[in-house]
């Protein structure tokens, strides 16, 4: 069965900290992908990146940054140099590929990052 | 760019009342997914079309229903309604080429 387990409930950091939300998964599909969305206050869900299981290159956009381990099942998100502006609730998600049409993500409970001024 | 639509974005309705959502993909999306947010929680899929088709079921309750019109605009039908509906309600769209979901805005739905 598919799982995504997203263990820090909430972490609070003062503007310009690095932070790293992780986020582990389970799943026995061999081709599956892995997202994460940012929710801010506001309540809309902010698509942030997809990875395939295929690909464990690290990535980097900007200040944030995924690291993709397959050996740990761990696909993990840090923002480098926190803002105010990153405060929001970001939500890890899995998605098993079926061969063509887009799958139904299943959410880890989300981490409410908190980034104090 | 065109986004996902939702509407109403907020709507409040009475126990045993009953409620329509509706949701306009992002243009040539063949796939819309209907999340169910609860207070606090992650979101938990509902139901999926893929081309007018239901293509998966989740953890929707009998009083609810959806449909994807021939437009590709998708319904969500809710009656009975009881206290617990009480959430926020996200479609989603994606297409057919495994490309990421791309949600709307949400429709806040309060039960009293």
């Known amino acids: 069965a598919q799982k995504v387990t997203q263990a820090q409930t909430e972490i609070s950091v003062v503007e310009k900290e690095d932070v790293t939300l992780d986020c582990v998964y389970e799943?026995?599909?061999?081709?599956?992908?892995l997202f994460w969305y940012k929710q801010p206050p506001s309540g809309e869900l902010v698509f942030l990146i997809r990875?395939?299981?295929?690909?464990?290159q690290n990535e980097i956009s900007g200040r944030y940054s995924w690291n993709f381990q397959k050996s740990t099942s761990s696909f993990n998100f840090t923002i480098t140099a926190s803002q105010v502006v990153d405060s929001a609730v970001y939500f890890c998600?899995?998605?098993?590929?079926?061969?063509?049409?887009?799958?139904?993500?299943?959410f880890g409970t989300g981490t409410l990052l908190a980034v104090q001024p | 760019a065109a986004g996902v639509i939702q509407s109403p974005r907020h709507l409040i309705k009475e126990k045993r009342e009953t409620a329509t959502l509706k949701c306009y993909p992002i243009?040539?999306?063949?796939?819309v997914y209907w999340y169910q947010q609860g207070p606090g929680q992650d979101p938990q899929f509902l139901i999926s079309?893929?081309?007018?088709?239901?293509?998966d079921k989740g953890s929707i309750p009998d009083r609810f229903s959806a449909q994807q019109f021939s437009d590709y605009h998708s319904e969500l039908n809710m009656s009975s309604l009881e206290l617990g509906d009480s959430a926020l309600y996200f479609c989603?769209?994606?297409?057919?080429?495994?490309?990421?979901?791309?949600f709307g805005n949400g429709t806040r739905l309060t039960v009293t």
């Open positions: 990875r395939n299981s295929f690909d464990e």
């Open positions: 799943t026995r599909d061999t081709t599956y992908y």
């Open positions: 998600a899995l998605s098993e590929a079926d061969g063509g049409a887009t799958n139904k993500l299943i």
């Open positions: 243009p040539r999306h063949d796939t």
């Open positions: 079309f893929y081309e007018k088709m239901q293509s």
């Open positions: 989603a769209s994606g297409s057919s080429y495994n490309s990421p979901l791309h």
